[in-house]
T-cell receptor, first 109, second 115 residues
Framework: GQNIDQPTEMTATEGAIVQINCTYQ??????LFWYQQHAGEAPTFLSY??LDGLEEKGRFSSFLSRSKGYSYLLLKELQMKDSASYLC??????????WGAGTKLIIKP | GAVVSQHPSWVICKSGTSVKIECRSL??????MFWYRQFPKQSLMLMAT?????????EQGVEKDKFLINHASLTLSTLTVTSAHPEDSSFYIC???????????FGDGTRLSIL
């Protein structure tokens, strides 16, 4: 079956760095997406990886290893506004997104 | 770019009412639109996928006759919750993409409360 695993909740300190891991198993693979969802709001797109390696976009970076079925989202210089859920989603061979349950990130001062 | 507009943001209505939610892609052509439902503190749940000009594909357990989806143009899809009941109260979110390998972009969601 198809499956996405990511931690349920993580806590980090303002100004620090946090890495949110995601492992996936899908029928075929057409890329890995990360979304941010603040409480009570819709998700917003953060990043897309289809090739192995690290993609950097400001304070956020996303990494992919296709051979390991593994991705992570790295957030640097954490700010209080980064408190949100981070959703990992893998695209299968039919271009369907398989969603993880999300990682709730709590930032403490 | 890639803006998706969803309307209305909030709906409060009586049990038995039918409610229509609109989802529009404002600056791109959405060949595929998706409808999700999310209960408090739970994951996104895909309800259906719609391609412009064809019938929607519903996920298992989602009633086609209750959740009517129309994707009549490349910029507009609608979800109608027919004869809504309190258990249909939820956060409904649409998303759209232009090509298969592209990210889905989400509307702001519709909070539906059935009294």
């Amino acid at each position: 079956g198809q499956n996405i695993d990511q931690p349920t909740e993580m806590t980090a300190t303002e100004g620090a760095i946090v890495q949110i891991n995601c492992t996936y198993q899908t029928s075929g693979f057409n890329g890995l997406f990360w979304y941010q969802q603040h409480a009570g709001e819709a998700p917003t797109f953060l990043s897309y990886n289809v090739l192995d390696g690290l993609e950097e976009k400001g304070r956020f970076s996303s990494f992919l290893s296709r051979s390991k079925g593994y991705s992570y989202l790295l957030l640097k210089e954490l700010q209080m506004k980064d408190s949100a859920s981070y959703l990992c989603a893998a695209m299968d061979s039919n271009y369907q997104l398989i969603w993880g349950a999300g990682t709730k990130l709590i930032i403490k001062p | 770019g890639a803006v998706v507009s969803q309307h209305p943001s909030w709906v409060i209505c009586k049990s038995g009412t039918s409610v229509k939610i609109e989802c529009r892609s404002l600056d791109f052509q959405a060949t595929t639109m998706f409808w999700y439902r999310q209960f408090p503190k739970q994951s996104l749940m895909l309800m259906a996928t719609s391609n412009e000009g064809s019938k929607a594909t519903y996920e298992q357990g989602v009633e086609k006759d209750k959740f009517l989806i129309n994707h009549a143009s490349l910029t507009l899809s609608t979800l109608t919750v027919t004869s809504a009941h309190p258990e249909d109260s939820s956060f409904y979110i649409c998303s759209a993409r232009d090509r298969e390998s592209q990210p889905q972009h989400f509307g702001d969601g519709t909070r539906l409360s059935i009294l």
